[in-house]
């Protein structure tokens, strides 16, 4: 008799996310403890082995709650028992920056990209489900967002893979009951103060009450179709940029690191007992893909659309150009600047590129503007200079 049906998903969306992982790669699981990542650990310690992977894991302990290092110690034991080796219990700072839930996701990347480098893992995973995307779609449309942050979380980004992402929540809660798995259920998902836990013990019941089950789905589909979209939209922004680009020469280099580019993260403490004081430190850092005028799992992946640490040179474009541009491609080619000159993505909102867009399509004599990051735009003898 083969897995009960739930595990037998589990299993083969890990198998399908990791295809292309090559023996002895190690993969790293994301656990919070929660169900979704416990699923995902018990899926990877069991096709590892199979396909030759390592596998280990790492647990965040924010420090935010008490006892919160014992109960991180407790799901590094559960993990070590699934058979997975490296187990890390990582202590992390929270700092303040963009409200506590933005705060601690930072935090909690650096930490995972710490480990990540420390062990020379090949992927990272996070348990996110089809609910989780569902919800993220819902907050973009709240916040009156594009269609980037309405395509959701993508199932890879960089050394990130949500195996999950297709799979509902009810399907990994299944799965952990089945093996007989503890999981933790984290006090914040059931607080009514976070906008998140709100559309999903709120929102999304009224939704499927109105409109049927099959909104979950939908909303998740939604996601899928913006994702293409939005990818042909900025290959498209990318090839416009080029062409509308005007060569300045570079400044001379100062040694000043741009406003958005990451942080280094130190390797991370595997403890024994991890400390709130821990590494890596989180204050300060910037937001990541967006998840701001981003969903909050995108902000997490901002780095990748800062500028990099060194000094940013101007970037200059013919605004004529730039005006013969569908808007939705200039705002592209417009936010892409802003990020490149050193405007951290999770605080570049569309209110800021649309008073940039002005600068093209409604010109009168406007002076600088000045975005997040100390980044200035000024339209001079018909040409933007982002800098
Ligand atoms: N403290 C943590 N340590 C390690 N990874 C985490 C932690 N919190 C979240 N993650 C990762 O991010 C994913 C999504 O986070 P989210 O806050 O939705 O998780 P959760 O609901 O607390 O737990 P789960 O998703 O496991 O049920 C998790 O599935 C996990 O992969």
Not at 38 to 62: C, I, N
Request: glycine share 10%.
């Amino acid at each position: 008799m083969g897995p009960h049906p739930a595990v037998a998903s589990i299993r083969l969306a890990v198998r399908r996310a990791l295809a292309d992982l090559a023996p002895d790669d190690l993969v790293l699981v994301a656990c919070s403890g929660g169900a979704d990542s416990m699923a995902l650990a018990s899926a990877v310690a069991f096709e590892a082995p199979k396909a030759t992977w390592r596998a280990g894991a790492v647990t965040v302990d924010h420090g935010l709650q008490a006892g919160s290092t014992a109960r991180a110690l407790e799901v590094a034991a559960r993990l070590r028992a699934l058979g997975l080796d490296p187990v890390d219990a990582l202590g992390v700072r929270v700092g303040s920056r963009g409200g506590p839930e933005a705060a601690a996701r930072t935090a909690r990347y650096q930490a995972l990209d710490a480990a990540a480098e420390h062990h020379g893992a090949a992927a990272v995973l996070l348990g996110h489900t089809r609910d989780d995307q569902a919800e993220t779609v819902l907050l973009g449309l709240a916040r009156g967002s594009g269609a980037r942050s309405l395509a959701g979380m993508p199932p890879v980004r960089g050394r990130y893979r949500r195996p999950f992402l297709d799979l509902d929540r009810t399907t990994t809660r299944q799965a952990c009951l089945v093996q007989g798995l503890a999981v933790w259920e984290d006090p914040h998902n059931a607080d009514a103060a976070y906008t998140r836990v709100r559309v999903r013990n709120d929102v999304l019941p009224v939704l499927e009450k109105a409109l049927g089950k099959g909104v979950t789905e939908a909303l998740a589909r939604t996601a899928r179709l913006f994702r293409d979209d939005a990818d042909a939209l900025d290959a498209w922004a990318a090839e416009a940029a080029a062409r509308a680009r005007v060569p300045l020469p570079a400044p001379e280099a100062a040694p000043h690191r741009p406003h958005g580019a990451p942080h280094t993260a130190g390797a991370p403490r595997a403890t024994a007992a991890p400390q709130a004081s821990g590494a890596p430190q989180a204050a300060g850092a910037p937001q990541a893909a967006g998840e701001s005028s981003h969903t909050p799992a995108e902000a997490a992946q901002a780095p990748a659309e800062t500028a990099g640490a060194t000094p940013a040179p101007p970037n200059a474009f013919r605004a004529d150009v730039l005006a013969e541009l569908p808007a939705a491609v200039r705002r592209r080619v417009l936010r892409r600047a802003a990020l490149d000159a050193g405007s951290p993505g999770g605080e570049l909102f569309a209110r800021h590129i649309e008073q940039v867009d002005r600068l093209v399509t409604a010109w009168r004599g406007q002076g600088p503007l000045h975005l997040p990051g100390g980044v200035s735009v000024v339209r001079t003898c018909g040409t933007l200079v982002f800098r």
